[in-house]
């Protein structure tokens, strides 16, 4: 049985971008507002937590497996919502390897220092 967490976010955005982000999702009646955020955070943070929790490595491959394909849905519906061209989505064969079965926090926090995820770069687009 899992241990349950009581996990609070609050936000209050300032961004233009992020206002309509946040207005979108409190104003979506297909989805709740934990299943979007949820299914946005596990699609690339995923794969962290349990990397970091667990020594199985095949746990952690099936968990990055099923990620990947989820980021990969999620751009091929940007692909069609925003009515690009169809783009050629070639996932990188060049992945962090750490040959250690127990990869640390500290292991994950150096690798994100080093190939960090900019999430504020889509301001500059707008």
């Known amino acids: 049985m899992c241990k349950q967490i009581d996990f609070r976010w609050r936000y209050q955005p300032r961004k233009e971008t992020d206002i309509k982000l946040m207005s979108y999702i409190q104003s979506n009646l297909i989805q709740s507002k934990t299943e979007?955020?949820?299914?946005?955070?596990?699609?690339?943070?995923?794969?962290?937590?349990i990397a970091t929790n667990s020594e199985n490595k095949k746990d952690v491959q099936s968990i990055a497996r099923s990620c990947i394909k989820a980021l990969e849905r999620q751009a091929q519906e940007i692909v069609k919502l925003a009515e690009l061209e169809e783009l050629s989505w070639e996932l990188s064969t060049q992945y962090a390897v750490n040959s250690t079965?127990?990869?640390?926090?500290?292991?994950?926090?150096?690798?994100?220092?080093?190939?960090p995820y900019d999430d504020t770069g889509l301001s500059n687009f707008f």
């Open 36 to 49: 979007i955020m949820l299914i946005a955070v596990r699609s690339f943070w995923l794969t962290h937590a």
């Open 101 to 115: 079965k127990n990869k640390s926090l500290e292991n994950v926090s150096k690798s994100l220092v080093s190939n």
